[in-house]
């Protein structure tokens, strides 16, 4: 083999070497292309999935302002309650007092 010969078979199997190249991207390219149906679908569940999101983070807030409503409402109802308890006892102790009174107004 001379040096043209082997010039001309190196050409030919850099050749076909770039072909097969060329060829297997192109396969790879149009088995894993996408498509506009593929990207517009996936663009809709992405607005879905933000709108879901926004929703769920008002769902959030909402019971963050609830639970501090009721906490509040909770508070302010055991604070009445303490003082009525505080006002029944003493309205106790004045009627046990003036029972004792009128027992000594009685007997005396």
Known sequence: MNRTEFIVAT???LFVAF???WFANW???RFTRVSKSDVSELERMSQE???AEETRDQAI???QQREAELTNQLTQTEAELSAAMEGLRDARQDAEEMRAYVERMRGA
């Open 11 to 13: 050409a030919i199997i």
């Open 19 to 21: 072909c097969m190249g």
């Open 27 to 29: 396969l790879l390219h």
């Open 49 to 51: 999935l933000h709108d």
């Open 61 to 63: 807030t909402y019971l």
